[in-house]
Each structure stands twice: as structure tokens, then as C-alpha cells.
């Protein structure tokens, strides 16, 4: 159950743009569960905050899963929507993921370029030539060990559906507590140790990078017990 009060914190603020640490289990859009979302949090945050009448803006540019804690970024405003999503596609967004896994990859750092198909809520690796394929670029470095686990960076090249989670799988490093790909172990409240860390853009508006940090979420599963 997600405490708003202690979970949720501000992370940054200026007239354009939002940082928000989502905490884990939390949805950051609203679906049919109903279920109350990050997103919508943050838009009654700013009505409060401010004071205003009538709907709040708030534009989602990027997307959380729910297991997932961290850093998440919106735009406060349609001119810093229109140009963080064109950051987006220019891969200019910097993301940072932080991942407890499952065994420790041979080599302390490297890139992983693999082809995934998305079945329903999965996504699978698959050849190039299958119509849904599209490539997945990551790259990755181990920060610590302590078996059986290790702690990894990731940067991701490209943003596709639950790619770090596939993609560490399937080089035979599941994300602890990740059950949907591989990890045997379970967190508390359904969460994986999957932590959106840091996310570096160019502010919208002034000649200057923003970067958005994410604290460690409580019972973070490092260094393990």
C-alpha cells in the first residue's frame, strides 16, 4: 500500500517541468483497475500547491511500470511536452536504471542488442525478420557484487516494452523479484529491484541540462541481507 504522505516525494519543480520518485506498485498512469496513478497525484499536488481552478496539465512523457520505482519527469507545460517527447525520439533523454539481479554477468560491462516482440503483456526475444520485431539496445555495468547477486547500471538506447527486465533475462540475470521473467524470488508488495535512478534532459525552455535523481526506495534489496 503506497503511504502518500512518506512515499511519494518531489524530486524537482520549475514552471515547466515535474520530478516525481514514484514509489513501487504504484500505477504512474491511470488504467482499468482504477487504481489511484502518479500522474493523477501530482495533478491534484499542483491544483493544492497553486491554488488553481479547472483542470490541471500535466503531460506523461515517459512511462514507469508499476513494479517499479523511481524517478519519473511531466511536463508542466504543452510547449515542454511537445519538446521532451521530441528529446525522447531524438534519444536525447538520458535514463539511468539501477538492478539488483540474479547471478553476476561475466564481463563488468558491456551492450546488449537483442529483438523483442511484445505478446500481450510480455515482451519476448525473437529473430529480426519476425514483423513485430524491434531492437532493444541497453548498456550495462556491474557496480557491486555480493553472491548471488549484483548490483548493475543500466542505460537504455531505446525504450521498449519491459526491456531491461527482458532483456537482463534473457542474458541469465533476472531481475530479483521479477516473476514475469525468471526471478524465483519475491519482494514485498509484488515490487522488483528495478530502480529508475536518474534521468538527465535539456530543460525545454533554458540552455541547460536537468538532472532528475531518485532516492533509494525503503527495503531497497542492497547490499543483500
Excluded at 513501487?24 to 482499468?32: A, R, T
Excluded at 506523461?60 to 508499476?66: C, E, G, I, S, Y
Excluded at 542505460?155 to 526471478?183: E, N, W
Aim: hydrophobic letters at 40%.
Amino acid at each position: 500500500m503506497v503511504n502518500l504522505d512518506n512515499d511519494i516525494k518531489i524530486l524537482y519543480e520549475d514552471n515547466h517541468l515535474l520530478g516525481v520518485y514514484k514509489p513501487p506498485g504504484m500505477l504512474i498512469q491511470g488504467d482499468k483497475t482504477g487504481d489511484l496513478s502518479l500522474l493523477d497525484w501530482a495533478k491534484a499536488w499542483i491544483k493544492k500547491r497553486y491554488d488553481k481552478p479547472g483542470n490541471v496539465f500535466l503531460g506523461l512523457v515517459h512511462r514507469l511500470d508499476r513494479p517499479v520505482a523511481g524517478a519519473a519527469l511531466f511536463a508542466r507545460t504543452s510547449k515542454a511536452a511537445a519538446r521532451l517527447s521530441a528529446q525522447i525520439r531524438e534519444r536525447t533523454v538520458e535514463k539511468i536504471y539501477w538492478a539488483v539481479v540474479h547471478g553476476t554477468p561475466s564481463s563488468s560491462e558491456g551492450e546488449s542488442r537483442l529483438y523483442l516482440a511484445r505478446i500481450r503483456n510480455k515482451s519476448i526475444v525473437t529473430t529480426p525478420d519476425n514483423p513485430s520485431a524491434k531492437l532493444a539496445v541497453l548498456r550495462y555495468r556491474v557496480l557491486e557484487s555480493s553472491f548471488p547477486f549484483s548490483l548493475v547500471e543500466v542505460i537504455l538506447v531505446t525504450g521498449r516494452h519491459h526491456q531491461i527486465r527482458c532483456q537482463l533475462s534473457a542474458m541469465g540475470f533476472p531481475i530479483l523479484g521479477d516473476f514475469k521473467y525468471g526471478s524465483p524470488q519475491p519482494l514485498p508488495q509484488g515490487a522488483i529491484a528495478l530502480l529508475s535512478k536518474r534521468i538527465i534532459c535539456r530543460h525545454p525552455t533554458r540552455n541547460q541540462d536537468v538532472v532528475i535523481e531518485s532516492p533509494m526506495p525503503e527495503n531497497w534489496p542492497w547490499p543483500p541481507a
